[in-house]
């Protein structure tokens, strides 16, 4: 069955960065666009991220514009968000989602 499981999730400061992953299985992952989405307390979830199958079209929020890269590497089933400049208001838990299907999420907490 699909599977998808973020890792990379941390406490970070503001200003500082990171690199999320989500690993999939279950599918023909080089066939599929794939998302980042995010779901911060008392909001709803929001797409952050899409990445076409092939990484020749990206899209992102106007929130992470200039600030967060998709990719990903098909011969590894995984794609990433690489996430600079981190502010507060981007604490949230981090979901992949490919296939109509939702990874179990990853938080990301940016505080001094």
């Known amino acids: 069955q699909v599977r998808l499981v973020e890792s990379g999730g941390g406490l970070v400061q503001p200003g500082g960065s990171l690199k999320l992953s989500c690993a999939a299985s279950g599918f023909t992952f080089s066939d599929y666009s794939m998302n980042w989405y995010r779901q911060a307390p008392g909001k709803e979830r929001e797409m952050v991220a899409e990445i076409t199958h092939n990484g020749g079209w990206t899209s992102y929020a106007d929130s992470v514009k200039g600030r967060f890269t998709i990719s990903r590497e098909n011969v590894k089933n995984t794609v990433y968000l690489q996430m600079n400049a981190l502010r507060p208001e981007d604490t949230a838990v981090y979901y992949c989602?490919?296939?109509?299907?939702w990874g179990q999420g990853t938080q990301v907490t940016v505080s001094t």
């Open positions: 989602s490919g296939l109509g299907n």
